[in-house]
């Protein structure tokens, strides 16, 4: 059994009136996939802009556990979930840099790092050494992704301009360049086909496996899901309805008619 | 040509004209005039007709010669991709060659008093456009009050040379750093806005300072204006054609004639390397972290987040680095006016250095040049026909516009790329 990574309790997010996440809580393990389903409007992008400060959550907690220190994850406004937490995630909607090319892409997520090394650009103007150094390793970091999902070819082209499959990937392991602890990727393959699918599938077991980062998904798409989920959270009117294994999740009745029922 | 165009480019041309009946059948079909002590309408519908006809068929010949059907989507037309690709491949050649004339202009034999000024002056908008550019082109926050950081640059430098008597190598930087924390003081407030919001909050900062400056009489003089600030020395050596008793003037230290010029001269190639300074900086600090976080966050600030760029800091340092170069210039215009006031503050000038900075090509630093050097140029051209030089100016803008969208360089070289260049 391994550790735990994110523990999410009672956590309660609402819009004025309406309450887009009911009293959730979930736990992900470290090393492992976690996925979180649900019907359209379910609540499931409002639990990862919680997590990643986007949003304050009306009530309820987050921890994540990062070197044996627990992090409240509340006290982190946006940029810091990402910056001093750890948390990256993706979005639903792809957010590329579309006019910087690839290779910029990944610099920028690449910025904390590289601002220290550049002594807030003093350094950097002056072309210190120690800065040119760390700049070559930022950019051996990112071909090293961009090797990874095939796109060190098109690395000095507009982000903008790459084909939408490509898009995702870049996104995903432009996340990775900060050496994240928790990866959330929300419904990372929305509009691939099979072919690309696979290879998210490939990509996203990597990470899991070789890098060590937990995995937080969010997922419409069935065979994605059940292919390399270890652990399934069901959501439905912002409550969870299930939560279990991969194969648990596809026999229990209540998912069924709450989600797999109506869609096939 | 096939029928269909020129039938839609026809009924465009009749829409425009209908557009400029609407508009100027009122404004100028309608006169009032005053007839034994009662006003009178008098209509004019002969010029309106002349102003319609003109509209109607200046836009059909746009429809054809410019609109051909392929560019209708804003691609560039084909000189402009011809003159963009030259100057892409040709880049670093061209601005060699303009550094080098920049530098060889004044000895030139036709750059008399007139064209230095020009110089001058041009040279002192290309360095506004290149500090704003910063602002607007990298980190793609439209700012409308830039002048204001010039005239804080101008007017602290004007203060601490006049009160402290402080040399000109001590006020500048000193001019700078107040500039830049300016650039810090708008900063703070416009950190959540983005787009128009942006835009009318610098505007209204601009005209702030402008009115601040127009009635703090007691520092500033208000609209009197502050006089006597030190004219510039080479090193310590005045240019003076009759020095106070003992003191050693530019003409007398190198043996020379004194003439008038000689402090132009100087004073030019004070902005040149002023300016070039600024180009440099911002081409260097384009490929460091700080530059490529401006860019992003111009692209999409929320994907900035995400990935730990802190936007606080990062629009700060574009707004203090951009403000900063604004009050070097400032610094510049003081000590070459030799007597400032808030008139020389006023929207206008913001207007025409974003006009440049949009119109060469948000980011370009040759396109800050290209339209410097279109837009002044126009404006000096027209400066006998006074009342027709903000349509000249406006007319330039509505045609590079319509050849060149995207402003006259459009085309963005990454900062950094994964194949080694050449
Ligand atoms: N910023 C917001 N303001 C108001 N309502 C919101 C906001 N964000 C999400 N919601 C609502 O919360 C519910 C859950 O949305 P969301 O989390 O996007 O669902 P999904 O599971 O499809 O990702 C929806 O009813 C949505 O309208
Ligand atoms: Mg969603």
Redesign the interface.
Known sequence: MSEKLLSVENLTMKFGGLIAIDDLSFSAMKDQITSIIGPNGAGKTTVFNCL?G?YKASSGSMFLNKDNKTLDLKKFS???????AGV????QNI???????V??NM???Q??K??A??G??LL??INAPSFLRK?KEA?EI??YW?DIINL?NR??DNAGDLPYGDQRKLEIV??M??EPYLLCLDEPAAGLNAKESAELNKLLKFIQKEKKTGILLIEHDMSVVMGISDHVVVLNYGKKIFEGTAQETKKSPEVIEAYLGTEE | MDKNFLQSSLKDSLFTGLIALALFGPIVGLRTVAVNEALVVQPKWLVVALIVAFCAIGRFFINIYSFKKEQRRGEPSSLGKAISNFLDTKGSQIALGAIIFSVIFPFMPFADRYWMDIAIMMMTYIMLGWGLNIVIGLAGLLDLGYVAFYAVGAYSYALFAIHFGWSFWICLPLAGLFAGMFGILLGFPVLRLRGDYLAIVTLAFGEMIRILLLNWYTLTKGPDGLTGIPRPSFFGLPFKRYPDEGVETFHTFFGLEYSPMQRIIFLYYLILVLALITNFFTIKIRRLPVGRAWEALREDEIACKSLGVNPRNTKLTAFAVGAMFGGFAGSFFATRQAFISPESFTFIESAIIVAIVVLGGMGSQTGVVLSTIFLIGLIEVFRDFESYRMVAFGGAMVLIMIFRPKGILAKRKPTITMVKEK
């Open positions: 990643t986007f946006d940029f810091k979930v990402a910056q001093k990256a995630r993706t979005f957010r590329l840099f579309p006019q910087m090319s290779l910029e610099m920028v997520a910025h904390n590289l601002m090394a550049s807030f650009s950097g103007l700049e950019k990112s071909k961009l060190t690395a000095d432009r996340a360049c900060i």
